[in-house]
């Protein structure tokens, strides 16, 4: 027993170095995905929030009487319209969406009036 010589400790040290590495690095790994997946569900759901908007103001256009701005209130978030008259058959709707999550998004579409259609979409 005297003629160890510290050997056990030393071999201790190592694997237990090796192993608060491992630890680490999947923390480290861990915290990046579990932010990716955070910034990703806040992209899709400021999608699906915008998507949601464009029908619904769709609806208020057909609408004689329509507002030219208001708030559209969602489970997941809100969305901000506001309707310009660009001439007699055509109004431009630009949407401000953002999600409890912090997330925003904005997009503008020209909705033709007397086709009732959606004619030009962006989302910026």
Do not use: C, P
């Not at 209130?73 to 709707?93: F, P």
């Amino acid at each position: 027993m005297r003629n160890e010589q510290g050997y056990i400790f030393f071999s201790t040290l190592i694997i237990l170095s090796f192993l608060l590495v491992v630890i680490v690095n999947s923390i480290n790994l861990f915290v990046t995905e579990k932010s990716f997946a955070d910034k990703s569900e806040s992209i899709y759901t400021i999608d699906h929030l915008l998507f949601l908007a464009k029908v619904d103001t769709v609806t208020i256009l057909q609408q004689e009487e329509s507002e030219n701005a208001g708030i559209l209130i969602y489970e997941k978030g809100n969305v901000v319209y506001n309707i310009e008259l660009i001439d007699e058959e055509q109004v431009k709707v630009s949407l401000y969406a953002s999600d409890k999550f912090d997330g925003m998004g904005r997009a503008h579409f020209i909705y033709h009036l007397s086709k009732n259609k959606v004619m030009k979409w962006s989302e910026i």
